[in-house]
T-cell receptor, first 114, second 115 residues
Framework: AQSVSQHNHHVILSEAASLELGCNYS??????LFWYVQYPGQHLQLLLK??????LVKGIKGFEAEFIKSKFSFNLRKPSVQWSDTAEYFC????????????FGKGTKLSVKP | DAGVIQSPRHEVTEMGQEVTLRCKPI?????LFWYRQTMMRGLELLIY????????DSGMPEDRFSAKMPNASFSTLKIQPSEPRDSAVYFC?????????????FGSGTQLSVL
């Protein structure tokens, strides 16, 4: 069965620090990969996704993620975080041949200190 | 479009009571998902529908949980009887399956507290 691991439960950074949130998945076939963000008091929103093509994916608000197939990883990055990036971030994977069954990681809470 | 609409936003009930959560997907979307979010287990897929038909309910924790989608614009998740361990945020999401375009839209969630 597919699974998604997010290594950090809670990350605390100061503004302007660089961010990298780890995500690893277990599935040997073609996958679709996603990062979702949940700002305090809001619902989940899509940050970025990877289906195929360039493994470096750029999303909204300056976020990017790199798909490294050999490492089964899809880490999220941002060069310089802002206080407004404080949120919970979820990595998700789906079997590339399927339309359903998105499997989420447990999430990483990011706290950015002003 | 108003997005995925869930109701109620908050639900507080006593153990043993029946709870019904409601979801209205985005018009035209043909997939609907129910997720549960807890601190311990993160986001878990409970069940999803395609064209109103349940496709995978393997995530439904036990027989106390049931979900229906009587038509393309409405779905319910029912817990009967409810237990304190069911306390969580329940999210509904919908998506449109078409070649090359896919995005999952989430509702605001229902925060359920079972006392």
């Amino acid at each position: 069965a597919q699974s998604v691991s997010q290594h950090n439960h809670h990350v605390i950074l100061s503004e302007a620090a660089s961010l990298e949130l780890g995500c690893n998945y277990s599935y040997g076939g073609t996958v679709n990969l996603f990062w979702y963000v949940q700002y305090p008091g809001q619902h989940l929103q899509l940050l970025l996704k990877y289906f195929s093509g360039d493994p470096l994916v750029k999303g909204i608000k300056g976020f990017e993620a790199e798909f490294i197939k050999s490492k089964f990883s899809f880490n999220l990055r941002k060069p310089s975080v802002q206080w407004s990036d404080t949120a919970e971030y979820f990595c998700a994977v789906r079997d590339g041949g399927s339309q359903g069954n998105l499997i989420f990681g447990k999430g990483t809470k990011l706290s950015v200190k002003p | 479009d108003a997005g995925v609409i869930q109701s109620p936003r908050h639900e507080v009930t006593e153990m043993g009571q029946e709870v019904t959560l409601r979801c209205k997907p985005i018009s035209g979307h043909d997939y609907l998902f129910w997720y549960r979010q807890t601190m311990m287990r993160g986001l878990e897929l409970l069940i999803y529908f395609n064209n109103n038909v349940p496709i995978d309910d393997s995530g439904m924790p036990e027989d106390r949980f049931s979900a229906k989608m009587p038509n393309a614009s409405f779905s319910t998740l029912k817990i009967q009887p409810s237990e304190p361990r069911d306390s969580a945020v329940y999210f509904c999401a919908s998506s449109l399956s078409s070649r090359g375009v896919e995005k999952l839209f989430f509702g605001s969630g229902t925060q359920l507290s079972v006392l």
